[in-house]
């Protein structure tokens, strides 16, 4: 499997910010801003592996400045590290007042995007290399956020056994 430059993945997505893609205070749903994070992740990571792609985690998304009602969003995604069977895949989401030209950063984010087969197995992917110094510095620390990743991932098994699937309170009906 040939290699491939993270830049061969690169996904854009712009997107108009309409009342129905905003919340009370006329900004855009945080929810809607992580669906759209998910969308062009897959999108980049499907480009990368020329397979179907499922999300395995996404890292936190810190929400750094509002999206208007209006404003447009634009979501820029590439491959920044590969394993085996898995892609790491960074995001950055960049808000534009149309009329002032004005633009910041509102998120980003990375997520961990897994190849599968036509029998929805992990399958392999090819390994991505960095080319622009940001690329490089982003593939330099991957190795350590996937150890993160994992310890978390632990974590989370452990308190989804822990805490099972029923609620003590609704055995002693606490709230009824």
């Not at 061969?8 to 309409?18: G, P, R």
């Not at 009342?19 to 999108?43: C, E, K, R, W």
């Not at 998304?61 to 590439?78: M, Q, R, S, W, Y």
Request: hydrophobic share 35%.
């Amino acid at each position: 499997m040939e290699s491939k430059p993270s830049v061969a993945s690169l996904s854009v997505k712009n997107s108009h910010v309409l009342p129905s893609d905003t919340n009370g205070h006329g900004t855009l749903f945080g929810g809607q801003l992580m669906a759209y994070i998910d969308d062009v992740a897959a999108i980049s990571a499907t480009r990368h592996a020329r397979r179907l792609v499922v999300t395995a985690s996404i890292d936190s998304v810190d929400f750094l400045h509002p999206v208007k009602e209006g404003d447009t969003i634009c979501l820029e995604a590439f491959v920044t590290y590969t394993h085996r069977t898995s892609m790491e895949v960074f995001v950055k989401a960049v808000t534009e007042n149309l009329l002032t030209g004005d633009r910041k950063v509102c998120a980003n984010a990375f997520l961990t995007m897994v190849a599968i087969n036509e029998n929805n197995q992990p399958t392999e992917v090819p390994e991505v290399y960095p080319e622009s110094d940001e690329e490089k510095w982003l593939h330099r620390e991957a190795e350590k956020r996937a150890q993160i990743r994992k310890d978390r991932r632990k974590i989370a098994k452990e308190m989804s056994e822990r805490f099972g699937t029923s609620f003590p309170w609704n055995e002693t009906s606490r709230f009824g």
